[in-house]
């Protein structure tokens, strides 16, 4: 069990690596891009904001990187190697496989899979949170499964909307594309179409954080142990 154990965190160590390595090669990469790019779009090139983003997106997901250690080491929580394996593959999917290789545009169906992948996440997040308070001695409560799981689905669905609100301030205030209210080549979509990338976020992001809810629910009910595994813990050494 210790060597597998020991074996998951080597693998973790050397996907962090990995991934950290190819973010920062992106920002310095970005950095050029932004000074030699052009305002306007051409047939080549993306523009100045387009490069922004990925600079945005590049610099939050190295800040992102270290999350899980502080998380670990000031905090004094446990974080599962699977989470953090799953918490890692998600940023290089999402900012440089997404922004940076620009599989939001080249594959159409990229967004909507990360949106219901870091519902399902954010929904076991919420088990975790439930089970943190449920660990105090000051706040121990005896929580039914199917409230548990109902905090779960509502804790990840509340997170989708503030990330939504996010990328609508930032698209603002830097004349950005997060929301995709433009298409690629700078045409800005009216009505039903602008809003059809934020409402499709959304609706995946409850879809998935709702299979994770069900199935934590089960896990709860019938004692399998499947959340379990999942969730984040004091460290209690």
């Not at 790019?37 to 100045?48: E, F, L």
């Not at 997404?98 to 399902?120: K, M, Q």
């Amino acid at each position: 069990m210790k060597k597998t154990e020991n074996q998951k965190r080597d693998w973790n160590k050397i996907l962090s690596i990995f991934v950290l390595i190819s973010l920062v090669a992106s920002t310095i990469f970005v950095v050029v891009m932004i000074i030699t790019s052009p305002d306007k779009i051409s047939t080549s090139h993306r523009t100045k904001s387009d490069y922004i983003l990925m600079l945005l997106q590049c610099l939050l997901g190295i800040g992102a990187m270290f999350l899980p250690s502080i998380v670990e080491k000031k905090l004094k929580f446990d974080i599962p190697n699977i989470m953090q394996i799953l918490y890692v593959i998600f940023l290089y999917c999402a900012i440089f496989l997404g922004e940076v290789r620009n599989y939001y545009y080249n594959f159409s169906h990229w967004d909507t899979l990360l949106h219901t992948f870091s519902g399902a996440m954010l929904g076991a997040l919420g088990f975790s949170v439930v089970s943190l308070m449920n660990d105090n001695k000051k706040w121990h409560l005896n929580l039914s499964p199917a409230f548990v799981a109902f905090f779960a689905f509502c804790f990840a669905v509340t997170l989708g909307v503030i990330w939504e609100v996010y990328e609508f301030t930032f698209d603002g205030l830097l004349g950005l594309n997060m929301q995709k209210f433009m298409l690629e080549d700078g045409t800005e979509l009216l009505g039903r179409l602008a809003l059809q990338d934020t409402m499709k976020d959304l609706i995946v992001d409850s879809v998935g954080a709702l299979v994770i809810s069900l199935i934590g629910f089960v896990s709860l009910k019938y004692k399998k142990g499947w959340v379990e595994k999942l969730e984040i813990r004091p460290n209690k050494k």
